[in-house]
């Protein structure tokens, strides 16, 4: 978006993307908090189910029949919890995807209509295109973590603190080894950036060369130009395929480090 400009003054300036999510958040802050509390309770309820069923084994295994009912009750009460909850937040979620998402196309719409055909004097038809059907999208996908990025925080704490009333070895092992291994996947966030952003100019240009040959078509074939006009979309779209080809390549590295880290936190902190 930050290619799109903007004219009325009361309206965030899209060549700033902190200014403007910033603008969509202040915009839907009810939705998101109430997102964020149901995600606190979703995740906080999932991350006790360990501890209160570790308290019902070893009431069990102390002979405490009346102990491991009670362990039992908790553990049938955070289910619960964790099944409504996670109904509510993925509610909230989706709601806040879809607002943020209808704000950035009701705005740039607004905008496009407002500057008619400045419009295109100023930014490509590619560019318009890209931002309405990528942005967009990007644009309501953050908001709706916002409330699982909460409720992973908060249950992060609650297990260290689980952990460390048990064993202070354990409860420093999480507490120092998560950010440690939140950190191994920094490396690969710029060069992320760097693709996605490459990904998207490219899907901009062949936008843009797909609209202008559709729009002068009529054009084309009278002086038998299709085939010229052809030959460079198609060396867009593929210059496109190659960009999203060595994105995804980054992409399936950092997913699978998602997935290899945390299972090396749980190895560690069984043995």
Excluded: C
Excluded at 59 to 64: E, F, G, K, L, S
Aim: aromatic share 6%.
């Amino acid at each position: 978006m930050r290619g799109l400009p903007l004219t009325d003054p009361g309206t965030p300036d899209l060549r700033s993307a902190e200014r403007f999510l910033w603008w969509v958040a202040l915009g839907q802050k009810r939705t998101l908090l109430i997102g964020v509390a149901w995600g606190i309770a979703w995740m906080g309820a999932q991350a006790l189910v360990p501890g209160a069923l570790g308290a019902g084994v070893q009431t069990a295994v102390d002979a405490d029949p009346a102990g491991a009912l009670r362990w039992g009750v908790v553990v049938l009460a955070l289910g619960a919890v964790q099944a409504f909850a996670g109904i509510m937040r993925h509610r909230a979620a989706v709601t806040n995807w879809l607002t943020a998402a209808s704000r950035t196309q009701q705005l740039v719409s607004r905008q496009a209509a407002t500057l008619g055909g400045d419009l295109t004097g100023q930014v490509s038809t590619g560019e318009v295109v890209t931002v309405t059907a990528n942005d967009v999208e990007r644009v309501g996908s953050l908001f709706d973590v916002t409330a699982r990025f909460a409720g992973a925080v908060v249950s992060f704490f609650v297990v260290a603190s689980l952990l460390l009333s048990r064993s202070v070895s354990l409860g420093l092992i999480v507490l120092i080894g998560v950010p440690l291994l939140s950190l191994g996947v920094l490396p690969l966030v710029r060069p992320l950036e760097r693709r996605e952003a490459m990904q998207r100019e490219r899907i901009g240009i062949a936008s843009a060369r797909a609209a202008d040959t559709v729009a002068g078509l009529r054009v084309l074939r009278g002086i038998g130009g299709e085939g010229l006009f052809l030959a460079r979309f198609a060396d867009a779209s593929q210059q496109a395929r190659e960009a999203g080809v060595r994105t995804a390549r980054v992409r399936s590295v950092l997913d699978a480090l998602q997935v290899a880290l945390p299972g090396v936190l749980v190895v560690a902190v069984s043995y």
